[in-house]
């Protein structure tokens, strides 16, 4: 079950996305990211204003220990995150193995110390809410942190960790049921698992190559698809020829509180994109708009360059993987099935019923 985003600070969601960053990042870039992915809700016409507030006040009264670092005006990173050991962190996801992967100083990241305390639960026990984890893991020094709210902090990482390996279609490693219950879901047998991965990425294949082929009005009218499914509202597309560098128009609605409005250019395009088209989104932003472009194919360096340039409005970027996940996620052009896979523990005696968490539901 999602978290409510009202039980977490500014600052708390910041610190999540800044750990996934793994770089600095401007006041308004963090807000971008903190409302998309709906850790925290505001109501509020400056929210960048606050979360710079709010993060000079932990760096003001904790000194060398706060966990965040100023690196420019209203530019900020996290002073301890795995993130910032990329080969590490992507070696130990690889292999599933979360336990093993800590940082300088013995301090696990939260998401390695949920999968060690799932990894280690009492007998009898099958999932534990997040708050106990957060309690297991401080006791066992799993972690340290100086927040205050590290219950809330744990629950926002396992969070955006599902919804992260969801849109890429990776393999779980969590699953979330009632208020707040976590567990660990089971390994699938190597050869169902391998073959899974292997359907998906070819169905994502054939997503994108069908995104290549046709109009570029056709195009459009799949972005504008994409984006209903996605949960915009109010969409429309712009008249062909005299869009000023935007394709299509919606309003991200999270929570029935925040409203982000969009404006998207879609290419359907085969080389990659460059620093002029972000730039010139950005020059057709209205007012109170943020920028979206997405493409069948890449960007360049440049591109992403200047996307995430400092103060200036934020343009996010979508590359053709990156939309093959969302239209097989949000099943545009396909169609999701599940099936049920039932593994019988090996250390309970076969009168007994199977306990609920044997079954892998496979998407």
Do not use: C
Not at 174 to 182: D, H, K, T, W
Not at 239 to 264: E, F, K, N
């Amino acid at each position: 079950m999602p978290m409510d985003a009202r039980t977490v600070t500014a600052a708390d969601a910041a610190y999540q996305v800044l750990k996934e960053a793994g770089k600095p990042l401007h006041s308004r870039e963090i807000v971008h990211r903190i409302l998309t992915a709906g850790l925290w809700t505001t109501t509020g016409k400056t929210p960048w204003a606050t979360v710079s507030k709010d993060i000079q006040v932990d760096i003001k009264r904790n000194g060398a220990h706060s966990r965040f670092r100023q690196t420019a005006p209203a530019k900020f990173t996290v002073a301890d995150t795995p993130a910032l050991f990329p080969d590490l962190a992507k070696s130990a996801g690889e292999a599933g193995l979360g336990g093993a992967l800590t940082v300088p100083g013995d301090q696990m990241s939260f998401l390695d110390a949920a999968v060690h305390v799932l990894q280690n639960l009492r007998e009898g026990e099958r999932m534990l809410h997040y708050r106990e984890i957060t309690k297991r893991a401080i006791a066992a020094q799993l972690i340290h942190t100086k927040g205050k709210t590290p219950e809330s902090t744990m629950a926002a990482t396992i969070g955006t960790d599902i919804r992260r390996r969801e849109e890429r279609g990776e393999r779980q490693r969590f699953v979330r049921e009632g208020r707040g219950m976590i567990g660990l879901i089971k390994e699938l047998p190597i050869g169902v698992a391998a073959q899974i991965r292997k359907h998906n990425a070819k169905a994502r294949e054939e997503l994108l190559k069908r995104a290549k082929k046709g109009t570029p009005g056709e195009f459009e009218e799949l972005v504008e698809t994409l984006l209903v499914a996605m949960g915009f509202e109010e969409v429309e597309r712009t008249p062909m020829g005299r869009d000023g560098g935007v394709d299509v128009r919606g309003t991200l609605v999270i929570g029935d509180v925040v409203r982000i409005r969009m404006a998207v250019q879609a290419k359907r395009w085969q080389a990659n994109v460059q620093r002029p088209m972000v730039q010139q989104v950005r020059g057709a932003l209205g007012a109170n708009e943020q920028g979206l472009i997405i493409t069948t194919g890449k960007f360049s360096k440049g591109a992403h360059k200047e996307a995430e340039r400092s103060g200036a409005p934020p343009v996010a970027l979508m590359d053709g993987e990156q939309l093959a996940h969302l239209l097989a996620r949000h099943q545009v052009g396909a169609v999701r099935q599940e099936y049920v896979l039932v593994t019988v523990d090996s250390d309970e005696p076969s009168s007994k019923r199977l306990r609920p968490g044997n079954a892998y539901r496979q998407r």
